[in-house]
């Protein structure tokens, strides 16, 4: 009776500890994650903070003059004469009648430098899509330098940054803030422009249309490419050394590190095949190269999924096995093989390495409109702001990892809600 009294015990003992183990394991986990969720958020938090005054420039509001003497043309139709055309001087002439005290040179080009140095060109747009405006006068918020930006964002968050600028220009700022001639609009030109050397200038709608155009070429070989490549290995391939050495390699693929496939990319389609740098297509064959086995291991996980009964129920009914694969298998696993491809896209969306290693670091201003076009991509142009050493870069290149880190977020929650909603539970 005692022996058992005491297994009992121990038992109970046991019970105790491992009750204890469990619940200490549980608080190891939980305690994990809320250090990752917490360096999750100290990383967001940071990038909002640094890139949330991106979204928005400074202004200042003059009456402009569009006097042909002044600009020193008479027909807006001469494109010489728009070539020729002194644009700067609409904005300059209208800050001296703002301030009719600034005189000499020096102040006056401290006057001058109030505004971006492109909002001449600004003008000249702005002129160009509305003629009747010749010889007229308007009242127009034109964009501020980005010295005067970096200034004025940090006085309104009440730790000025005055180190760029002079006491006189400081002064005029305040005078235009008294008389609510300057304030903080949205920022168009983030969005509706390409790179620049000026930051106020500067945009990633170029960085976009070259990610797109690159994903969408990247889509359009992986996705097909991979895809067989899967049906063969998991249904058309015997089984031999010969397609276990194939496998093998596809796996070990997957680990490389994505610089390599920016030098094959360099060495086999640019020095070999002579395709231009820094083009869309050049790095969509780069990327289609590092996301293929990412592709091909999703979708024979995929095909692997589908039950053999689908499989002997197909062929029991006299279909042969193209038939099978075709109609039966391929459409039970094209969920699991897209959300592999939405991931696959996501990783070659973010990569930087593979695209320096083929040129698209080069500096591009112009917007890309199809395939061989010169372009660089989203995550290039973090790397180049982030090099940048004016200031006003750094809230730039935090904007531009935001608007990246939304399109990842956009693709891999896209990914998660393909395979709820189209999965089977067999």
Do not use: C
């Amino acid at each position: 009776m005692s022996k058992s009294v005491d297994n009992l015990a121990k038992i109970k003992h046991s019970l105790t500890r491992r009750n204890r183990a469990e619940a200490r394991f549980r608080w190891y986990g939980r305690i994990a994650i809320f250090i990752g969720l917490s360096a999750v958020a100290v990383l967001f938090v940071d990038i909002i903070s640094k890139g949330h005054g991106a979204f928005q420039a400074t202004y200042i509001n003059l009456d402009v003059s569009y006097n042909q003497d002044i600009i020193g043309i008479d027909n807006l139709m001469d494109s010489t004469q728009l070539v020729a055309g002194d644009w700067q001087a609409l904005s300059k002439t209208a800050l001296r009648t703002k301030f009719p005290q600034v005189s000499g040179r020096s102040d006056k080009r401290e006057l001058n430098n109030l505004l971006s140095s492109g909002a001449g060109f600004d003008l000249k747009d702005r002129l160009m899509a509305k003629p009747l405006l010749l010889n007229e006068t308007e009242s127009i918020w034109i964009l501020a330098d980005d010295d005067i930006d970096t200034y004025y964002k940090s006085w309104l968050d009440g730790d000025a940054y005055a180190a760029r600028l002079s006491e006189k220009q400081i002064g005029w700022i305040d005078e235009l803030h008294q008389q609510d001639l300057i304030r903080l609009q949205l920022n168009t030109n983030l969005f509706t422009r390409g790179d620049s050397r000026e930051p106020e200038q500067a945009g990633i709608l170029g960085a976009v249309m070259g990610s797109i155009l690159t994903l969408v070429l990247t889509l359009l070989l992986s996705f097909p490419i991979g895809v067989s490549a899967a049906i063969y290995l998991e249904e058309f391939a015997p089984k031999n050394k010969w397609t276990d050495f194939i496998e093998v390699n596809i796996n070990n693929l997957a680990a490389v590190p994505s610089i390599i496939f920016g030098l094959l990319g360099l060495a086999i389609f640019i020095n070999f095949f002579h395709v231009p740098r820094s083009v869309p297509i050049v790095g969509g064959l780069v990327l289609t190269l590092m996301i293929l086995p990412t592709i091909i291991i999703t979708s024979r996980a995929a095909i692997k999924s589908v039950p053999p009964s689908i499989r002997e129920a197909a062929l029991g009914m006299g279909a042969s096995k193209y038939q099978m694969v075709l109609h039966h298998v391929l459409p039970l696993a094209l969920p699991g093989m897209l959300t592999g491809a939405i991931i696959g896209m996501a990783q070659a969306l973010g990569e930087t390495a593979p695209l320096l290693m083929i040129g698209m670091v080069a500096f591009i201003v112009d917007i890309p409109g199809s395939f061989t076009d010169p372009a660089t991509v989203l995550p290039v142009q973090i790397f180049l702001w982030a090099d940048s050493p004016e200031r006003a870069f750094i809230e730039k290149t935090s904007a531009a990892i935001m608007v990246l880190l939304t399109f990842l977020i956009i693709m891999n929650t896209s990914a998660v809600w393909l395979r709820k909603r189209l999965e089977r539970h067999w």
